[in-house]
């Protein structure tokens, strides 16, 4: 039987494949798209399927039953492409061009793709079109995850941060695939795992345009007097919001050579809740973003086949002012990230290759408005004033890669079918933080207890720091399929992960820091280097054979890469703040000379922490003797095909870590804390309450402080190792009969033994923060965390008589667990501290309702394959006004509201394809 299939999606005329004594055959690769697949055979009937859709990474099986037949005679199939992967053995949700488009978004990069994933928790989609730095979080892990761009890596190095940097446009994505469960050894992170598909041209000349806009008499008030009482004093309002987006793709060659272009702007000025001027109008930020895509395929032969692409990223925004941080306060942020990447694919009979090679560059240049005031920042009440702490720095980071694929398909060997695929990379990166001087606003920022001085943290500023991650990756895997219902999908992965930071030389700080901070050169420091080898395996049973009931399961064990971060703890050019106790002997509520003694091993020497963390992180040597943390995860999931078009699916997930990292400070180890300095909890006001009791703190020998006692080094501890029990159940009907619709469930139990210290509070800063905990008893104080977190989502879409349609995208999700904080201040040796006065899940916010609406008119009358559509989308229908995060530290503001949902909005639109 001679097999060949058709799609606008080739740039060949076909692709041909003989089956064999079996019956077997395989058309592969295959782009994603929709095909129609021919079956011939001399003396029997030509048959025809139609419309069978492949989506990235789904292998369909496809039969046929071939009769005999007159000459001439076929028989065509629609309708009946399959729903459910046979093959593949990971819980993965695939998002369409029609899911992209059709179901009511923001349209705001991957944050408006996780919100549509099972079990995929990121930032709500309620309406702003700029894009977001999207949160990964799967199933209670909001680590290690991994995105690419039609395999490219993206990932930032600082990949052990939930956020990294991620910005892409929607508009430019012809297909998604979110995978949280299952990943094979081709993927080296056991988090959430994206791949995105960029559009591409074809034969035929395609376009669209979209234009959306709303305004502030479009939108709601959702400030209710709740939100009044709990602080708030203005509502979140839009002033302006717009978006203009163009595409145009087609042949430059037909069969040879296609492009995809495609431009974007994005305007909005937002007034923030709770942010007022001085002259007592709201605060409005504005910003400004741009994106664009370029993308070329040449089919140089059949055989021989190049794809190159590159997206830009531009954005010019002015943020970071809340409730606690003034409007003089915000910054000014200029965001730019680059994209690129050329591939060379080869197919020759049953191997393909596929080599990559490009870069992700990412940077942010961060300025303030209020150059002349130094900072400062109330550790009690958390309020921020004068120059923004962030202002005179910029974030650099930068992955380049080598990415190459070998797939084989060796058929009728060892009882079975083998698709073998072997992968070698090579990554290098780095994510690293300059300054400069900060001028008349100096390099510090003084911190107080509720209005009482008590510190000052000196920054290290002006510093140039380099780091460099590099890892060179091997993987084997073997896709086998035994008697066409059982795959066997085992694999293995080798690592060959170092990280180093070379000589640098920095210059000398503006008095008065200057002699703490001299001008030097330091030596290259070199960490351990991790080889691991670590094995998947996973199955899919197709239980009838029908390719309608699948058990799928399996266990991997997966490693943590180096990240740029934990070995910047080590480089003494790496942005730095050191703490001392401040005397401010005039009571002007100012710095000046004579004020803070600056020797490192003077009694007003706190602590020095490095990219901002809250810990003393800094002056870190390698250990020796470090074992490369991971995870190991275990799943089973049951896959069912209703109906045609329509299956469901339920999983059971069980992962925990190992080796879970902490710091250590070897001059100051866990013993040594061993002086109580226990201190009263407050009520919540903040007023003496002594039936709360006393908070364990302890403290070391005052022999023990100052800088030189200060070397931190990372240390496995097997008592942090966390463990996350879950379940998910999902729905999906693709688009067929003028509907389709997508629901899940997914509940998270959390066993975090320690979570990490709080290193993100406003004011302070915290630019790719070392998030782990420190060796000492105060970083266990109520630091586990046993709770449960829940996700529900529904979306679907309608089209109605008359070119009419409707949407909807539904999520309820669980609000955050929290414990109070309380500031300590004038702890011996300690200075000021922050910490939980109760267990973590002693309050909850509120669950969230997010309900966004759409309904699109098709205009009559245009061309064949023209479309002209008026839309109306409404985000956050419900006009909810839930409170998304509050005051936790105590004091008279405990509890207050700093960010709420935004109110219910209209935003009107017009799209224009062909």
């Given at each position: 039987?001679?097999?060949?299939?058709?799609?606008?999606?080739?740039?060949?005329?076909?692709?041909?494949?003989?089956?064999?004594?079996?019956?077997?055959?395989?058309?592969?690769?295959?782009?994603?798209?929709?095909?129609?697949?021919?079956?011939?055979?001399?003396?029997?009937?030509?048959?025809?399927?139609?419309?069978?859709?492949?989506?990235?990474?789904?292998?369909?099986?496809?039969?046929?039953?071939?009769?005999?037949?007159?000459?001439?005679?076929?028989?065509?199939?629609?309708?009946?492409?399959?729903?459910?992967?046979?093959?593949?053995?990971?819980?993965?949700?695939?998002?369409?061009?029609?899911?992209?488009?059709?179901?009511?978004?923001?349209?705001?990069?991957?944050?408006?793709?996780?919100?549509?994933?099972?079990?995929?928790?990121?930032?709500?989609?309620?309406?702003?079109?700029?894009t977001?730095?999207?949160t990964f979080?799967?199933?209670?892990?909001?680590?290690?995850?991994?995105?690419?761009?039609?395999?490219?890596?993206?990932?930032?190095?600082?990949?052990?941060?939930?956020?990294?940097?991620?910005?892409?446009?929607?508009?430019?994505?012809?297909?998604?695939?979110?995978?949280?469960?299952?990943?094979?050894?081709?993927?080296?992170?056991?988090?959430?795992n994206?791949?995105?598909?960029?559009k591409?041209?074809?034969?035929?000349?395609?376009?669209?345009?979209?234009?959306?806009?709303?305004?502030?008499?479009?939108?709601?008030?959702?400030?209710?007097?709740?939100?009044?009482?709990?602080?708030?004093?203005?509502?979140?309002?839009?002033?302006?919001r717009?978006?203009?987006?163009?595409?145009?793709?087609?042949?430059?060659?037909?069969?040879?050579?296609?492009?995809?272009?495609?431009?974007?702007?994005?305007?909005?000025?937002?007034?923030?809740?709770?942010?007022?001027k001085?002259?007592?109008?709201?605060?409005?930020?504005?910003?400004?973003?741009?994106?664009?895509?370029?993308?070329?395929?040449?089919?140089?032969?059949?055989?021989?086949?190049?794809?190159g692409?590159?997206?830009?990223?531009?954005?010019?925004?002015?943020?970071?002012?809340?409730?606690?941080?003034?409007?003089?306060?915000?910054?000014?942020?200029?965001?730019?990230?680059?994209?690129?990447?050329?591939?060379?694919?080869?197919?020759?009979?049953?191997?393909?290759?596929?080599?990559?090679?490009?870069?992700?560059a990412?940077?942010?240049?961060?300025?303030?408005?209020?150059?002349?005031n130094?900072?400062?920042?109330?550790?009690?009440?958390?309020?921020?004033?004068?120059?923004?702490?962030?202002?005179?720095?910029?974030?650099?980071?930068?992955?380049?890669?080598?990415?190459?694929?070998?797939?084989?398909?060796?058929?009728?060997?060892?009882?079975?079918?083998?698709?073998?695929?072997?992968?070698?990379?090579?990554?290098?990166?780095?994510?690293?933080?300059?300054?400069?001087?900060?001028?008349?606003?100096?390099?510090?920022?003084?911190?107080?207890?509720?209005?009482?001085?008590?510190?000052?943290?000196?920054?290290?500023y002006?510093?140039?720091?380099?780091?460099?991650?590099?890892?060179?990756?091997?993987?084997?895997?073997?896709?086998?399929?035994?008697?066409?219902?059982?795959?066997?999908?085992?694999?293995?992965?080798?690592?060959?992960?170092?990280?180093?930071?070379?000589?640098?030389?920095?210059?000398?700080?503006?008095?008065?820091?200057?002699?703490?901070?001299?001008?030097?050169?330091?030596?290259?420091?070199?960490?351990k280097?991790?080889?691991?080898?670590?094995?998947?395996?996973?199955?899919?049973?197709?239980?009838?054979?029908?390719?309608?009931?699948?058990?799928?399961?399996?266990?991997?064990?997966?490693?943590?890469?180096w990240?740029?971060?934990?070995?910047?703890?080590?480089?003494?050019?790496?942005?730095?703040?050191?703490?001392?106790?401040?005397?401010?002997?005039?009571?002007?509520?100012?710095?000046?000379?004579?004020?803070?003694?600056?020797?490192?091993?003077?009694?007003?020497?706190?602590?020095?922490?490095?990219?901002?963390?809250?810990?003393?992180?800094?002056?870190?040597?390698?250990?020796?003797?470090?074992k490369?943390?991971?995870?190991?995860?275990?799943?089973?999931?049951?896959?069912?095909?209703?109906?045609?078009?329509?299956?469901?699916?339920?999983?059971?997930?069980?992962?925990?870590?190992?080796?879970?990292?902490?710091?250590?400070?070897?001059?100051?180890?866990?013993?040594?804390?061993?002086?109580?300095?226990?201190?009263?909890?407050?009520?919540?006001?903040?007023?003496?309450?002594?039936?709360?009791?006393?908070?364990?703190?302890?403290?070391?020998?005052?022999a023990?402080?100052?800088?030189?006692?200060?070397?931190?080094?990372?240390?496995?501890?097997?008592?942090?190792?966390?463990?996350?029990?879950?379940?998910?159940?999902?729905?999906?009907?693709?688009?067929?009969?003028?509907?389709?619709?997508?629901?899940?469930?997914?509940?998270?139990?959390?066993?975090?033994?320690y979570?990490?210290?709080?290193?993100?509070?406003?004011?302070?800063?915290?630019?790719?923060?070392?998030?782990?905990?420190?060796?000492?008893?105060?970083?266990?104080?109520?630091?586990?965390?046993?709770?449960?977190?829940?996700?529900?989502?529904?979306?679907?879409?309608?089209?109605?008589?008359?070119g009419?349609?409707?949407?909807?995208?539904y999520?309820?999700?669980?609000?955050?667990?929290?414990?109070?904080?309380?500031?300590?201040?004038?702890?011996?040796?300690?200075?000021?501290?922050?910490?939980?006065?109760?267990?973590?899940?002693?309050?909850?916010?509120?669950?969230?309702?997010?309900?966004?609406?759409?309904?699109?008119?098709s205009?009559?009358?245009l061309?064949?394959?023209?479309?002209?559509?008026?839309?109306?989308?409404?985000?956050?229908?419900?006009?909810?006004?839930?409170?998304?995060?509050?005051?936790?530290?105590?004091?008279?503001?405990?509890?207050?509201?700093?960010?709420?949902?935004?109110?219910?909005?209209?935003?009107?639109?017009?799209?224009?394809?062909?």
């Amino acid at each position: 039987v001679t097999v060949s299939a058709t799609s606008p999606a080739l740039q060949v005329p076909q692709v041909t494949d003989v089956a064999n004594q079996q019956g077997e055959y395989r058309l592969t690769p295959l782009p994603i798209g929709t095909y129609t697949v021919v079956y011939t055979l001399q003396g029997f009937q030509t048959m025809r399927r139609e419309e069978v859709r492949l989506t990235a990474g789904f292998t369909a099986r496809v039969d046929m039953t071939m009769k005999v037949g007159t000459l001439n005679e076929s028989v065509t199939v629609t309708g009946a492409a399959p729903v459910v992967d046979v093959n593949s053995t990971t819980t993965r949700t695939e998002l369409t061009r029609e899911t992209l488009e059709l179901i009511p978004t923001s349209r705001a990069g991957l944050q408006s793709v996780l919100m549509q994933a099972p079990g995929a928790r990121t930032n709500l989609d309620t309406g702003s079109g700029v894009t977001a730095n999207p949160t990964f979080r799967a199933f209670g892990r909001s680590y290690e995850a991994w995105v690419t761009v039609e395999g490219f890596p993206t990932t930032s190095p600082k990949s052990a941060l939930q956020s990294t940097a991620q910005y892409f446009d929607y508009e430019s994505f012809e297909e998604t695939s979110v995978q949280t469960v299952g990943n094979n050894a081709e993927t080296p992170n056991a988090g959430l795992n994206l791949n995105i598909i960029l559009k591409s041209g074809g034969n035929d000349f395609h376009g669209q345009g979209v234009y959306t806009v709303t305004a502030q008499k479009l939108q709601w008030n959702n400030l209710d007097q709740t939100l009044i009482n709990a602080g708030l004093g203005s509502p979140n309002k839009i002033a302006t919001r717009w978006d203009a987006d163009a595409g145009i793709g087609g042949p430059i060659l037909h069969d040879k050579l296609w492009f995809f272009f495609t431009p974007r702007l994005h305007r909005e000025d937002a007034q923030i809740a709770g942010v007022i001027k001085p002259d007592g109008t709201a605060g409005v930020d504005p910003v400004t973003q741009f994106h664009s895509t370029e993308k070329i395929n040449y089919q140089l032969n059949p055989s021989n086949k190049f794809i190159g692409f590159t997206q830009a990223f531009h954005r010019d925004s002015q943020s970071g002012d809340t409730p606690l941080v003034p409007w003089n306060s915000r910054q000014h942020q200029i965001y730019g990230q680059q994209t690129s990447k050329i591939e060379w694919q080869l197919v020759r009979n049953n191997k393909y290759v596929s080599v990559q090679a490009g870069e992700w560059a990412f940077h942010l240049d961060r300025s303030g408005f209020d150059p002349t005031n130094i900072s400062t920042f109330d550790d009690t009440t958390r309020r921020a004033t004068g120059q923004n702490i962030d202002a005179s720095t910029t974030t650099f980071e930068m992955r380049r890669a080598v990415t190459g694929v070998f797939s084989w398909y060796k058929a009728d060997w060892l009882g079975g079918n083998h698709a073998f695929k072997f992968g070698l990379d090579y990554w290098d990166s780095h994510a690293d933080r300059r300054s400069q001087d900060r001028g008349a606003a100096t390099n510090m920022q003084l911190h107080f207890a509720n209005g009482v001085p008590t510190t000052i943290n000196a920054l290290n500023y002006p510093v140039t720091p380099f780091s460099h991650v590099r890892n060179v990756p091997t993987f084997v895997q073997d896709s086998w399929t035994l008697a066409r219902r059982l795959t066997l999908n085992l694999g293995v992965r080798y690592d060959h992960n170092w990280a180093y930071l070379p000589m640098q030389t920095r210059a000398a700080s503006a008095p008065p820091l200057d002699t703490f901070y001299p001008a030097g050169t330091f030596p290259e420091v070199h960490f351990k280097t991790f080889n691991p080898v670590t094995p998947r395996a996973h199955l899919a049973w197709d239980v009838r054979g029908n390719g309608k009931t699948v058990v799928k399961g399996g266990w991997g064990r997966f490693r943590h890469m180096w990240n740029s971060d934990e070995i910047n703890m080590a480089n003494r050019v790496t942005f730095l703040t050191s703490t001392f106790l401040w005397h401010d002997l005039n009571g002007n509520r100012l710095f000046d000379p004579g004020e803070v003694n600056f020797d490192p091993a003077g009694s007003d020497f706190v602590s020095q922490s490095a990219l901002g963390a809250s810990a003393a992180t800094s002056n870190a040597i390698s250990n020796p003797n470090l074992k490369q943390p991971g995870s190991h995860e275990a799943y089973v999931s049951v896959e069912q095909q209703l109906v045609a078009n329509f299956a469901v699916r339920a999983t059971g997930i069980y992962s925990k870590d190992t080796g879970t990292y902490r710091i250590l400070n070897t001059k100051r180890p866990y013993e040594t804390y061993n002086i109580d300095v226990s201190r009263p909890i407050s009520a919540p006001n903040g007023t003496a309450d002594p039936t709360l009791g006393m908070l364990p703190i302890r403290t070391f020998p005052h022999a023990l402080a100052g800088l030189a006692n200060q070397v931190p080094m990372l240390i496995n501890d097997a008592k942090s190792d966390a463990g996350y029990t879950s379940v998910e159940l999902a729905a999906s009907r693709r688009l067929a009969n003028r509907w389709m619709m997508q629901a899940s469930y997914s509940a998270t139990r959390l066993d975090v033994p320690y979570v990490s210290n709080s290193m993100i509070t406003s004011g302070s800063a915290c630019i790719g923060c070392v998030d782990l905990t420190t060796y000492d008893p105060n970083a266990e104080i109520f630091a586990s965390n046993k709770t449960w977190e829940y996700l529900t989502r529904v979306s679907g879409y309608y089209q109605l008589p008359y070119g009419v349609s409707a949407a909807a995208n539904y999520e309820n999700r669980s609000g955050t667990r929290w414990a109070r904080t309380q500031t300590f201040a004038n702890v011996p040796e300690i200075g000021t501290i922050v910490l939980r006065v109760e267990p973590i899940g002693s309050r909850r916010l509120p669950n969230t309702n997010l309900l966004n609406l759409r309904f699109e008119k098709s205009i009559p009358g245009l061309a064949p394959g023209h479309k002209l559509a008026l839309r109306a989308s409404m985000f956050n229908a419900l006009n909810a006004n839930t409170p998304l995060t509050v005051q936790q530290n105590t004091g008279p503001a405990f509890g207050n509201v700093l960010t709420y949902m935004p109110p219910r909005i209209l935003e009107f639109g017009v799209v224009y394809s062909y």
